[in-house]
């Protein structure tokens, strides 16, 4: 993953490594992609397809690639920004040409490994969170803690976070790490961290907390852990 | 009150952090604690740079590794966030390493020829430099006629000659420079000799014997200095310096420059990059103190100086600062419509041929009341007093208001003002409108202005040719009591000099002025522009008029990339009691830029930067001597050398500096595109930058479908256009694509030879579609697929005891409207029975025998088919009862 942050216009270079670590080779033409968003989900659509697409500005050092047993291989990849393009993300891909044989020799398939290159071009960058969720623990699974969010910006951002859960004092009693995700505009996922400890019967707040692009945001729920 | 504290500075950070301003900046491996009231828990949000605790009221916060996060620091008034910083610590490195750094090479160089009629003046000047990192060698020379105070006759001379060599921790520099040391040594003084700096050592000796006045070089006697600094660090923001400078004037100049030593202690300390603070406190033959400080943010700005000598302190004569003297200069962004500004000006020269008092002050509040109006108001306090030569004590006071009107070509104000005089007592009105437009390439601009009780300069003398009129001029221009001020401070050296005799303010009864002016600038590269104005005043003097009318035409050109020319010419008259002059100024001022240097004044490795710059349609990013070039596009080194490809898209640059370049393609282009290498290209001495062109061509892409909305797969789809025939062939999903297409209209169609059997191929027919430089244009085709289900009905006949067809017998499909009448057939003379044109999907097959339903049920697919052999048992058929 990489995230740039640009202008419209600017040009962005990224070296893209794949290392083979089987012992047989492997042959990819080189693809980029723009990745648009269409109902909360990512898309991947050919370049040139839509309006301002960055991916169609995609020069790739190599167009085609062999890559040896137990041996890399780098290509850079030159993306150049249109003046105007509401597209934020394009992937830059190995896109495998062998067909790989299966263990039973009936069905081939290929193989695809690339990197998702995000932009951020202005400063409109907003999420909204929806209410916390607070999932007990039982007796096969820890506490949860989550919460949904959605990018309704019109820029990526990689939110990182928290989870405090604070006593009916205020004092801190346990917290967890949120594990970063990408939101591209549009897109809507759920950021979800574990409580591994066992909490004694009792009332609870639950405090989630993201940081992303300068900004932060605290939502918090209050629950109770009964015997 | 400790618990108030807290709050304060825990608002206070989180109130900045907020802001986006100035995060909690804690070092690596260490720990800062907060006191923050009512604090119960604090967690970080990145516990991989920082982490935090809350306990007993008090944050600690712990920087892990270098980055930035937040900090989230729960009270009972709820959560808040805390900003904080870890950053990179220094590199530590053994003993006598440096850490490694890349810095730009460059060369460039100037030539000046500029004449000036009045006085007469030519001035050569030439300058080159080459720079290497933080490195650079530099040579510098002036040649002109100069002035003296003895006489009408110049004399030529080189008032600047220097050869600097600056190297991060020595610099070394040969005759002339011009020296900032401290406010009570040398402070932007032109010393010719030799200077010196050698890690914290700096040394100036020599001798300065040239001022300067609006760009006139005037000739004075030779006065002499050395003198020693010591700097000693403190950190990386406060320093203190040791002076110790001896100055040595001309006999002619002891009456108001004392010779002598002069040892002083300075302390400098830098206010991040907005700005730095100095004081120095100076012992010589009496004490001096000076002070200087600079600030600047998004809503602050502050200058201000403070200087006072006492009038025996040693210095050299051209330092006319004996006194005491203060400057300041303020403002302030006090919310986002309301601006205020404050100046004050003191000046209290305590010379033996010269004791004069000047105080200026005045405030003014600007609020914006919409996006064109805005309002300002203000006062102004103004004294001038000359003991030596004696002259009257003049105090005014100024309380001006006005209104502003703006919009992007056009503008107006009108300011109203009340002037009180104190002294006199009397006063008046002032007030003055003022008008600007634009219209494409024109500017016009004017104001009037009528003034009352104005203290304005008099009775100005210089043996000087031209620097007469250059003084009347100022003198005009200077029209509120600030400028009156400033000019007085800066013409006194004339006047210690000998250049002029003594200035007197006096207050003139009324001043009328009126401004025009209109401009004109070519869009074009040459940035040509033509000014025309037109000044006009008129003081009225306690005995007669003053009137100075100017008409001033100018033009300036840029010829070719690397000269520029600037002339202008003006008619001056002025009227002094009846008495009218008029004589004509012109100036020409001829710039030329390089960027090689002789290697013979400043040594140095040189080679040759070249490329080509070519259509890269399919975005290889690599040049081979095949491919289309580009001719007459532009092309820059280092943003200063610029060229243009020849006919076969090849460019250079010679006798380029050793050193890392920066090279740049400058296509312009009405037709999208983008470039497929690095533009700009980061190049050594020697290498090759070819730039790739790819214009961002228009495409068209679509889909062959079916009836049921299944693409079909490798069926020829032609594209033509007027110069242009392609074909592709449908993928899987029955996707097509033509890219690389110019913008204009195509036929794009589906070639029938190349169809399986099942199509209904009647109906193909072509569809125009209009592409668009960079954007992509869509179409779909759909073609019906061609379905069937057959079948016989057939029955078994107990008179012949075989199954026989049945004839006549109605067959349904039962999904189909029995309305339509197409879901209904009737069996022939076989038995048999055919539904065509079917949509894809499952249909039930029916007929009714003896009151019953037989159906069977079949899959129609999307692709064509023809299903035969379902076959319906209707079954036993009566034989005829005898």
């Known amino acids: ?67 040896k047993p137990f041996s890399s291989i780098s290509v850079d990849v030159r993306l150049t920004l249109p003046a105007e393009t509401n597209i934020r993300a394009v992937v830059a891909m190995f896109r495998g040409t062998d067909k790989l044989p299966t263990s ?56 990182e976070g928290a989870a405090a859960v604070l006593s009916s004092s205020g004092a801190l009693v346990g917290k967890a790490i949120f594990d970063p995700q990408r939101l591209l505009p549009g897109e809507r996922l759920e950021f979800s961290a574990e409580y591994p400890g066992e909490l004694p019967t009792g009332n609870y707040r639950a405090l989630c907390s993201f940081q992303f692009e300068g900004k932060t945001q605290t939502t918090e729920a209050a629950f109770e852990i009964k015997k | ?177 011009n020296v900032l040391n401290s406010p009570l ?14 890690g914290p050592w700096e040394f100036h000796g020599g001798f300065t014997s040239i001022a300067t006045f609006q760009g006139l070089f005037l000739s004075t006697d030779r006065e002499y200095t050395a003198g020693v600094t010591r700097v000693f660090r403190i950190d990386d923001v406060n320093s203190l310096e040791a002076n110790a400078y001896y100055f040595q004037n001309a006999d002619s100049q002891r009456t108001f420059a004392s010779n002598g030593a002069v040892g002083s202690v300075v302390y400098r300390r830098k206010l991040s990059d907005k700005g730095h603070f100095l004081a120095e406190l100076g012992m010589s033959h009496g ?9 600047d943010d998004k809503r602050n700005h502050l200058l201000g100086n403070f200087h006072i000598q006492s009038r025996n302190f040693a210095s050299l004569a051209v330092n006319n600062q004996h006194g005491t003297f203060a400057d300041l200069n303020a403002s302030r962004k006090l919310t986002e419509r309301l601006y205020a500004s404050l100046d004050l000006n003191q000046s209290n020269y305590n010379l033996l041929t010269l004791s004069q008092n000047t105080f200026t002050t005045s405030s003014l509040l600007n609020f914006k009341l919409n996006q064109n109006f805005s309002i300002n108001g203000g006062g102004a306090y103004a004294r001038f007093q000359s003991k030596i030569p004696v002259g009257p004590a003049i105090t005014t006071v100024n309380l001006p208001a006005g209104v502003d009107y703006s919009t992007r070509h056009f503008g107006t104000g009108f300011e109203y003002q009340r002037t009180i005089n104190i002294e006199g007592g009397g006063g008046g009105n002032d007030y003055a409108v003022n008008a600007r437009a634009s219209a494409g390439r024109f500017q016009l601009s004017g104001f009037y202005r009528h003034d009352v009780q104005v203290p304005t300069l008099a009775a100005i003398f210089s043996q000087v040719p031209g620097l007469q009129d250059a003084l009347d001029r100022a003198g005009i221009v200077a029209s509120t009591p600030e400028q009156l001020a400033s000019l007085l401070q800066n013409t006194a050296i004339l006047q ?6 003594a200035f007197v303010v006096n207050l003139a009864p009324s001043r009328n002025d009126l401004n025009a002016a209109v401009s004109w600038m070519s869009h074009s590269q040459n940035r040509r522009k033509i000014d025309l104005s037109y000044f006009d005043s008129d003081t009225e003097l306690l005995q007669g008029h003053f009137i100075l009318k100017t008409a001033t035409l100018s033009y300036s050109q840029r010829l070719k990339s690397t000269n520029d020319i600037v002339g202008s010419a003006a008619m001056v008259q002025t009227t002094n009691n009846g008495v009218t002059s008029t004589h004509p100024l012109f100036s020409i001022s001829i710039q030329h830029r390089f960027f090689t240097v002789p290697t013979l004044l400043l040594p140095g490795r040189h080679g040759i930067i070249q490329g080509h710059i070519f259509r890269d349609d399919d975005s290889s990013g690599l040049y081979n001597a095949q491919m289309p070039t580009m001719g007459g596009v532009e092309v820059r080194l280092d943003e200063d050398r610029v060229t243009r490809t020849d006919s076969s898209g090849y460019y250079a640059f010679h006798h380029v500096p050793f050193g890392v370049h920066r090279v740049e393609a400058k296509l312009q282009s009405d037709e999208p595109f983008f470039y497929t290498t690095d533009s700009p290209a980061t190049v050594d001495m020697n290498a090759t930058a070819d730039f790739g062109i790819n214009f961002a061509k228009g495409q068209i892409f679509g889909f062959l479908l079916n009836d049921a909305g299944t693409g079909i797969n490798g069926i020829t789809v032609e594209l033509k256009g007027e110069k242009v025939t392609h074909r592709v062939q ?58 069937s289900i057959a079948g016989r009905v057939m029955v078994y006949d107990k008179t012949t005891l075989q199954t026989v067809p049945l004839v006549g017998a109605v067959v349904r499909l039962k999904e189909v409207s029995l309305e339509t009448k197409t879901g209904e057939t009737k069996t022939g003379p076989t038995g048999a029975y055919i539904f065509r044109n079917l949509a894809a999907g499952t249909y039930t097959v029916a007929i009714e025998s003896d009151g019953k339903e037989i159906s069977r049920s079949v899959v129609v697919s999307a692709s064509p088919v023809s299903i035969r052999d379902v076959d319906l048992n209707a079954g036993t058929k009566e034989a005829p009862k005898p």
């Open chain 1, 1 to 67: 993953m990489v995230m740039a942050k640009g202008t419209f216009g600017q040009t962005l270079s990224q070296t893209l490594t794949l290392t083979n670590q089987t012992a047989r080779d492997f042959a990819f033409e080189m693809v980029a992609e723009d990745v648009v968003i269409k109902d909360g989900k990512r898309v991947f659509v050919t370049a040139g397809e839509t309006p301002n697409s960055i991916a169609a500005s995609a020069v790739f050092t190599q167009k085609t690639v062999l890559v």
């Open chain 1, 104 to 159: 039973s020799g009936a069905v081939g398939m290929t193989a695809s490994l690339g990197a998702l290159i995000t932009f951020n071009l202005t400063d409109n960058v907003k999420l909204k969170p929806e209410p916390v969720r607070v999932i007990p623990a039982s007796e096969t699974a820890n506490m949860k803690i989550a919460q949904w969010i959605s990018n309704s910006g019109t820029e990526p951002a990689l939110p």
């Open chain 2, 1 to 177: 009150m400790k618990r108030c504290w807290s709050l304060v500075l825990l608002a206070t950070a989180c109130c900045l952090a907020a802001q986006g301003q100035t995060p909690l900046s804690v070092a690596y491996q260490k720990t800062v604690q907060l006191p923050v009231a009512g604090a119960t828990a604090a967690y970080s949000l990145d516990p991989n740079i920082a982490d935090a605790t809350a306990t007993n009221g008090v944050v600690e916060i712990v920087g892990k590794a270098p980055g930035s996060t937040n900090i989230i620091i729960v009270t009972s008034a709820g959560a808040q966030t805390l900003a904080v910083t870890v950053p990179v610590p220094p590199p530590i490195l053994p003993p006598g390493f440096e850490p490694p750094e890349r810095q730009g090479t460059g060369e460039s160089g100037t030539y000046e020829f500029r004449y000036n009629s009045d006085p007469s003046q030519i001035t050569n000047s030439i300058e080159m430099k080459r720079t290497q990192g933080q490195s650079f060698t530099r040579l510098q020379v002036i040649n002109a006629n100069l002035f003296s105070a003895s006489g009408s006759t110049s004399a030529i001379g080189f008032p600047l000659l220097a050869y600097q060599i600056s190297r991060p921790a020595t610099d070394i520099t040969f005759v002339d420079k």
């Open chain 2, 185 to 198: 040594t040398l402070d932007g003084f032109l010393v010719r000799g030799f200077h010196m700096r050698q």
């Open chain 2, 287 to 295: 004490f001096g103190f000076a002070t200087r400080a600079t600030y």
């Open chain 2, 496 to 501: 210690l000099l000998g250049f002029t005799n």
């Open chain 2, 730 to 787: 449908t993928g899987v999903n029955g996707k097509f694509a033509f890219t690389g297409l110019t913008p204009g209209n195509y036929s794009v169609a589906t070639l029938a030879d190349s169809y399986p059997p099942g199509y209904a191929l009647q109906d193909l027919a072509a569809q125009t579609v209009e592409v668009e430089s960079g954007k992509p244009a869509s179409t779909e085709f759909k073609v019906k697929a061609l379905r």
